[in-house]
């Protein structure tokens, strides 16, 4: 309000349609509401205003036998006009979405650099395994991951520790479609990754990925071959199903890690 306080009728009067604060009554809800349908944000307090000062300043003004007078209402006819204009035209940009470093880890094969591919609109034809790290940012609508994806290959797994500094979050994705070996060593990886100082406070989104695959195994499998739930008692970690066929189901799968990933936040803010 401090605008109006300071808005001063100008020298001469202007050229406009002049009506009584008698015949202003109807006329102000009418305008308010025609001002919120041309996209006007007022704040509660200009809204309750303009109901106020078409009104006559309610039964107060009356009682003291003065009206409002025609220039005063034209005035807050331009004031309206005024605080709509700047409503249009002077929002600034929009906030900027937060940014989540995370790593993201698996055997090779097990499908990280298609499904990463995939999440960036990004084609997963052609698509090589990581042979050392590469990274990615995939965005999503109220957060950018800035994902470094790790080689799966046997000589590559033993370095994956010297890349976990400054992560946020994990992204752990094995084959569910694979052989008891592979499916071993996915475990072993993971419960090493769990326990791992750097990342055993940190969300994990699990990805069972492959589902489409005759041999997939079920989550509730997975759930209980990986020994979820007495090794990660107490932790923020998500096990999903997911294949490339199904996007859908991915992108909730990491609408729910970003979700994780703000409430660490908020928690950290809170300490």
Request: hydrophobic content about 40%.
């Amino acid at each position: 309000m401090s605008a109006l306080l300071s808005f001063r009728p100008p020298a001469r009067p202007i050229a406009a349609p002049l009506v009584s604060s008698s015949a202003a009554r109807p006329l102000s809800a009418i305008f308010v509401v025609a001002g919120f349908s041309r996209g006007c944000s007022l704040a509660a307090e200009e809204a309750a205003f303009f109901f106020f000062f078409f009104s006559g300043f309610g039964a107060v003004p009356d009682a003291l036998g003065c009206r409002m007078s025609d220039l005063r209402i034209t005035e807050a006819f331009l004031y309206m006009d005024y605080l709509c204009f700047r409503a249009l035209c002077c929002k600034g940009p929009p906030p900027a979405r937060p940014e989540y470093d995370l790593v993201c880890i698996g055997l090779t094969g097990s499908g990280k650099t298609s499904l990463l591919s995939k999440l960036c609109s990004e084609s997963p034809e052609n698509v090589v395994s990581t042979t050392g790290f590469s990274i990615k940012a995939v965005p999503f609508q109220n957060a950018i991951l800035n994902v470094k994806e790790l080689g799966g290959a046997d000589n590559i797994r033993k370095y994956w520790s010297r890349y976990y500094q400054g992560s946020q979050g994990v992204i752990f994705v094995l084959d569910s479609a694979s052989s008891e070996d592979d499916l071993e060593t996915a475990r072993n990886e993971l419960h090493s990754a769990l326990q791992h100082p750097q990342l055993c406070t940190l969300p994990f989104l699990i990805l069972a990925n492959h589902q489409d695959k005759p041999a997939a195994r079920s989550v509730q499998e997975v759930k209980k071959y990986f020994e979820l739930e007495p090794l990660a008692r107490g932790k923020r970690w998500i096990l999903q199903p997911c294949s490339l066929d199904d996007m859908d189901a991915l992108k909730e799968s990491f609408s729910q890690l970003i979700n994780l990933l703000e409430e660490k936040d908020h928690e950290a803010v809170r300490m």
